[in-house]
């Protein structure tokens, strides 16, 4: 089909078959995956991930595609007509495997949206800008660890794979690419219940990220605080690990249940 890209909806098409097949390898797609594809545009990844499956749900915004994708591949695919970042995951199931080559124009708001449906979710395979990758993977004391790092290393075990260069899409991205490999914790690092709260906590300190804890997290921990909990309140935010963010979310959440 002859398709004009979309801007608005991050149309970058996969259209190098030896980059398609190493992303295919590294999935490893077996008959009983339950697996869905965001975003499949005109099929680069979807036709060799269905050579290997029984079925594959996908979900995709724009309506020529779906219409497209429902005439070539009627039978084996399962299309929802949706905006993902709306989607709710639940409908399909559990043990999901979830893989796409993300419009990049979201994909920081659908990473937040996904970890909403992490206990339904096995593992997930994403193709996103280098540099969202390489900040999702930091370690604290790096220019790239940030909110994101934090928020998403609490939910997923994560990891860089391939870089792709901009040539492997049509039209080319004026940014280089990565495949990043997501999975659940068992548990995460803080509780369910604290998360509203160290988000927040997570928020501020980076909200300045050049200033002192002791001055970006004053409205939430004394100098008294910051001394139980061994934490020097003259760190900033890209200094602290997950860990010491989870200890001081227990630490305020213990202090407001004390507050009643
Ligand atoms: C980067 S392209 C990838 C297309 C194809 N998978 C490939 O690799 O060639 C992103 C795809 O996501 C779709 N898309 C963009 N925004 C979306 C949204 N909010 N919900 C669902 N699909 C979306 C686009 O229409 C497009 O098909």
Redesign the pocket.
């Known amino acids: 089909m002859r398709h004009v890209p ?1 801007k608005r ?6 259209i190098d078959p030896t980059i398609i097949h190493k992303i295919v390898a590294l999935i490893r797609p077996v008959d009983s995956d339950c697996m869905v594809e ?5 099929g ?2 979807t036709q060799p991930l269905l050579e290997k499956l029984p079925t594959l749900q996908v ?4 309506r020529d ?1 779906v219409s497209y994708l429902s005439k070539y591949y009627a039978e084996k695919l399962i299309i929802h007509a ?4 709306k989607f709710d995951f639940a409908v399909l199931g559990n043990d999901l495997r979830i893989v ?4 990049y124009n ?1 994909s920081t708001p659908l990473l937040f949206h996904l970890a909403k449906f992490c206990h339904l979710i096995t593992d997930m395979y994403f193709m996103l800008q280098l540099e969202v990758v390489e900040r999702m993977v930091a370690q604290p004391a790096t220019a790239d660890y940030g909110r994101l790092s934090v928020m998403l290393q609490n939910r997923f075990i994560m990891e860089q794979l391939l870089v792709i260069p901009a040539e492997a899409f049509d039209p080319p991205p004026r940014v280089q690419s990565a495949i990043v490999y997501m999975r659940p914790r068992a548990a995460p690092i803080v509780p369910p219940e604290q998360e509203q709260l160290f988000n927040e906590l997570v928020l501020a300190a980076f909200s300045q990220r050049r200033k002192m804890l002791r001055n970006t997290l004053r409205q939430y921990l004394t100098a008294a605080d910051f001394d139980q909990l061994r934490i020097d309140p003259e760190l900033r935010a890209e200094n602290l690990s997950l860990e010491q963010y989870a200890v001081m979310t227990q630490h305020i959440h213990t202090l407001n249940q004390l507050k009643g």
């Open positions: 979309r909806f991050g149309q970058h098409f996969l965001i975003g499949p545009g005109l680069a990844l979900i995709e915004i724009d595609i949706a905006d993902v970042l796409g080559n993300l419009p979201i």
